[in-house]
């Protein structure tokens, strides 16, 4: 993993952790992590990483609308 040395202003109210969660929650829901890596990047498992996305106003559910279309489509040919 990369190392990187932020400086923040004093002005901001944010300790160490609640950066940690910021980047990794803004990474995850670009698609720029897993959410395993997100996950190990924070110190948390996966379910409690899961439920602080909310607070970070990312879902969990990290599917592009495209790819929902696509696969939908793909589904009609398909009959059970």
């Not at 040395?5 to 720029?32: C, F, H």
């Not at 909310?54 to 589904?75: G, H, K, M």
């Amino acid at each position: 993993m990369k190392t990187i040395l932020l400086t923040i202003p004093d002005s901001v109210d944010l300790n160490d952790s609640e950066a940690k969660m910021l980047l990794a929650s803004r990474l995850y829901e670009k698609g720029k992590l897993t959410l395993g890596q997100a996950s190990e990047m924070v110190g948390l498992s996966k379910a409690a990483f899961m439920e602080l996305l909310a607070d970070y106003d990312v879902s969990f559910i990290n599917y592009p609308t495209s790819d929902l279309a696509t696969d939908i489509e793909n589904a009609k040919g398909y009959s059970l």
